[in-house]
């Protein structure tokens, strides 16, 4: 089956440090990878996505993810880290339904 | 409004009682999908559909779950004899279609609270 694995239920960082979040896959055949983000009271926002192409994916807020097949890995990251970014991030594939990881809530500290 | 709507906002209801939530997607997509989130919590997937059909219903959690979409457009899910492990936002989203590299919008969710 297609899943999605975050190993990290929280990740604290202080503001301006780099900020990594992470996921891994379980996918048969090429996968379709999302990042969705949820701000406190807020519904869910698509980030970014991986198709195929370019390992590096730039998406919305100044995030970009790295999709690594030998790793099966598609960490979302962020060079220096906001606040406002403290939310809860899910990874997900597409099956053709969407499964999302249980998320990663991001706490940045000022 | 372009976005993905959700009626109600909030809905309290006895245990026991049925309760229906409403998805109006986005224009032209074709695929619409229902979760449930408990608590700022992860996403338990329920169902989608593509058009009117509903491939995979085996996320409804038992058979006091279900759902229809007609037209293509709206969806309502309904709760029969509501329990309070039944409490939690239930989240919309629809796509142009479903899978492969489409992402998914999703609605503000009904807040359902089973007293």
């Known amino acids: 089956a297609q899943s999605v694995a975050q190993p990290e239920d929280q990740v604290n960082v202080a503001e301006g440090n780099p900020l990594t979040v992470k996921c891994t896959y379980s996918v048969s055949g090429n996968p379709y990878l999302f990042w969705y983000v949820q701000y406190p009271n807020r519904g869910l926002q698509f980030l970014l996505k991986?198709?195929?192409?370019?390992?590096l994916v730039k998406g919305s807020y100044g995030f970009e993810a790295e999709f690594n097949k030998s790793q099966t890995s598609f960490h979302l990251k962020k060079p220096s880290a906001l606040v406002s970014d403290s939310a809860l991030y899910f990874c997900a594939v597409s099956t053709p339904d969407m499964r999302f990881g249980a998320g990663t809530r991001l706490t940045v500290k000022p | 409004g372009a976005g993905v709507s959700q009626s109600p906002s909030n809905k309290v209801t006895e245990k026991g009682k049925d309760v229906e939530l409403r998805c109006d997607p986005i224009s032209g997509h074709t695929a619409l999908y229902w979760y449930r989130q408990s608590l700022g919590q992860g996403l338990e997937f329920l169902i989608y559909?593509?058009?009117?059909?509903?491939?995979?219903k085996s996320g409804l959690p038992s058979d006091r779950f279900s759902a229809e979409r007609t037209g293509g457009s709206v969806s309502t899910l309904t709760i029969q004899r509501t329990q309070q492990e039944d409490s939690a936002v239930y989240l919309c989203?629809?796509?142009?279609?479903?899978?492969?590299?489409?992402?998914?919008?999703f609605g503000p969710g009904t807040r359902l609270t089973v007293t």
């Open positions: 989203a629809s796509s142009f279609l479903a899978g492969g590299a489409y992402e998914q919008y």
């Open positions: 559909f593509q058009g009117n059909s509903a491939p995979d």
């Open positions: 991986y198709i195929t192409g370019d390992n």
